[in-house]
């Protein structure tokens, strides 16, 4: 049970919502939705201490390696830096004057 009747950060009204809830762990992600409650105002997520623990058993796993109990979602890459750089336009200093 939450022990705030109102948002910790802002002092808007929490309203319980399912969220979605990205967790990392090693070279792993897990996305899962979840409950939490959810400021009306300034969308800080205040999740149950049941669910805290849940998100760090489920980070143990991932970093042992332990993928049971996970259904595959996809595949996530990285952009190989030598194509990024082919790719990427320079920045200009906006307050540089070009004459």
């Known amino acids: 049970m939450l022990s705030f009747e109102t948002c910790p950060v802002c002092g808007a009204e ?3 919502k399912e969220v979605e ?6 070279n792993h992600t897990v996305v899962l939705q979840i409950q939490a ?5 300034c969308g800080e997520r205040l999740y149950a ?19 049971s109990g ?3 979602l ?3 890459f990285t952009v190989d830096k030598e194509w990024l750089n082919k790719y990427t ?3 200009i200093n906006v307050g540089s004057k070009t004459t």
Do not use: M
Request: hydrophobic share 35%.
């Open 37 to 41: 409650e959810v400021s009306l105002r």
């Open 74 to 76: 996809g595949k996530t």
């Open 14 to 16: 929490l309203k319980n």
């Open 49 to 67: 201490e049941e669910t805290v623990r849940l998100f760090e058993k489920i980070r143990n796993k991932l970093k042992r390696q332990d993928l």
């Open 89 to 91: 336009i320079p920045l």
């Open 70 to 72: 996970f259904d595959p």
């Open 21 to 26: 809830k990205i967790l990392y762990g090693g």
